[in-house]
């Protein structure tokens, strides 16, 4: 039997589970999550250190910066295949193979949708157009690279006997992955685990190709419903770093495979996954796409491994598998500590950084230091959590065009409140003092002043990275302009200079979403 990571692979009487990461398709597709080409890149490094073996880039034909993205992750990643998405169509299935020629496992994943209520109204096609189009894609994808996926989009709602020649027609056409993804979550456990035995069952060349699982979280059921595909078959699971993704998310990575690795005695599976890299993957998502993880998450939340109950604090304290299942080590959590200060070196520091999963180049290690210090003369103690946000903060924001310089506030009871604001806009610095009904809103009318556009502002959420006074404040910054929607983030001991550097970053983020050509309007799986 083939190695499963392999096209035409079978992984019948394998426990081992591919992880498929969508996080930089799918979950980019989360109103607000658009990221930049730099922190993709960030992202599928880290994505590839983690061990995952598919990395979905993008849908190369939606804009050239999904194109562009898609190429250049190509180019990047040593370790896993890189996915590119496809309609069945000739145009987008050859920009697609164009986007991933220089990869060194590319696969081309093209979908079509396979359920009545689509085929109807979306489609507006006959089921038999419909097989011939998935045959005519896989065979086209074929022509190009030995790796194809196809999916049926809506496939929980389509028809068993459709689904059935659907499924037999890609085979024969020479797909080496079947996914039958729950695109509007709305299966139970119980009903995808029998599906994908009775696809497999009832399909003659079943055994030909890879089964995968691709679950929507509409009914909090995106993780059961993966790992029930999985005892029903299925090698390959798609899902998100953080669960991101469109509506209520995708299954969450971090939570497919800790489930695995914990309980092993009901889910004998497996995958490849280096399970210590997951809070600092969740970390770096989180940054890249200013959306705060909340605090009950399961795996990755702040509170996983917190206990403030009297009965569950005596319990940790006589013996910790009393009420944690796995240890917070296993995922990459550490012990916070404060060892950092004032007097720590860049070798310290450098040493540090990589304890909590970091791996930065000089440039960006000399800015990041040279934050730290000036942080650690205006806070007591740096924690892990400072260090974290700091580098976070960092790494996104690095490219902008648009940079705070500086900022002084007048506020208080007496209004009106006052800020007066230095931009350096592609490297220009210009200065402009505004009022405003509160001293946040000041800051912001002299980022319109400096930088005008006709975005609305949809959220402002504050946040403590630590305990105390003295914490540095993390803040996320939501705009909207034209039915898009961008999110940013900035931290700062000074919440109105976190504040400033968040919409700044929301602000960079419309620009270069400005530049990109209009996406066509389509629906993914």
């Not at 589970?17 to 969508?22: A, E, K, Q, R």
């Not at 940790?316 to 296993?330: C, G, H, Q, V």
Request: hydrophobic letters at 40%; one cysteine or more; a negative charge.
């Amino acid at each position: 039997m083939n190695h499963p990571s392999q096209p035409g692979a079978v992984a019948d009487n394998d426990g081992r589970v591919l992880i498929f990461d969508t996080t930089l398709r799918d979950g980019e597709q989360s109103p607000g999550a658009s990221m930049t080409l730099e922190e993709k890149l960030e992202v599928a490094d880290l994505l590839d250190q983690l061990g995952v073996d598919i990395i979905e880039a993008g849908f190369p034909i939606a804009s050239p910066g999904d194109f562009e993205s898609v190429r250049e992750v190509a180019r990047r990643v040593k370790n896993a295949a890189v996915a590119g998405l496809a309609r069945a169509s000739e145009k987008d299935i050859d920009r697609c193979a164009e986007a991933l020629r220089e990869a060194r496992r590319p696969r081309i994943h093209t979908f079509i949708s396979t359920s009545p209520v689509h085929m109807k109204y979306k489609l507006q096609m006959e089921p038999e157009r419909v097989l011939e189009m998935v045959s005519a894609s896989v065979t086209r994808a074929r022509n190009h690279v030995a790796d194809v996926e196809w999916s049926a989009e809506d496939g929980t709602r389509t028809e068993l006997d459709f689904l059935c020649r659907c499924v037999e027609a890609a085979i024969k056409a020479g797909a080496t992955t079947i996914n039958i993804p729950d695109t509007v979550g709305y299966i139970t456990p119980g009903e995808y685990e029998l599906l994908f035995r009775t696809v497999r069952e009832r399909v003659p060349n079943s055994d030909k190709a890879i089964f995968s699982v691709h679950c929507h979280d509409d009914l909090g059921l995106a993780v059961a419903n993966s790992l029930a595909g999985v005892r029903g078959g299925a090698r390959q699971v798609e899902c998100t770093i953080n669960g991101i993704g469109e509506r209520a998310g995708n299954a969450a990575l971090e939570e497919v495979v800790m489930s695995m690795k914990t309980r092993g005695d009901a889910l004998p599976f497996y995958t490849h996954i280096d399970a210590k890299l997951l809070t600092r993957a969740s970390k770096l998502v989180s940054a890249v796409t200013s959306f705060p993880v909340q605090y009950n998450k399961a795996i990755v939340g702040r509170n996983a491994f917190a206990h403030e109950s009297g009965i569950h604090q005596d319990g940790m304290l006589k013996n910790a598998y009393t009420y944690e299942i796995m240890t917070p080590e296993s995922v990459g959590v550490s012990k916070t500590s404060l060892v950092m200060g004032k007097h720590s070196g860049r070798h310290a520091f450098r040493e540090k950084l990589k304890e909590l999963g970091y791996d930065l180049g000089e440039n960006a290690l000399e800015d990041a230091f040279n934050r730290f210090k000036d942080l650690a003369d205006r806070k007591k103690f740096v924690y892990d959590e400072d260090l974290a946000a700091l580098v976070d903060d960092e790494i996104v924001n690095a490219h902008d065009h648009i940079k705070v310089e500086a900022l002084m506030v007048m506020a208080g009871t007496h209004g009106p409140q006052s800020a007066a604001l230095t931009l350096d806009i592609g490297g220009q610095k210009l200065t402009h003092q505004a009022t405003g009904n509160g001293p946040v809103d000041a800051i912001f009318n002299a980022i319109k002043a400096l930088a005008p556009h006709e975005a609305t502002l949809e959220l402002f959420q504050v946040h403590a990275v630590t305990e105390g006074t003295d914490a540095q404040a993390e803040v996320s910054v939501r705009l909207s302009e034209n039915g898009k929607s961008v999110t940013g983030r900035g931290a700062d001991p000074d919440t109105l200079v976190a504040s400033a550097r968040a919409y700044v970053s929301a602000l960079n983020r419309l620009i270069a979403k400005r530049a990109r050509t209009k996406p066509e309007a389509m629906q993914a799986i």
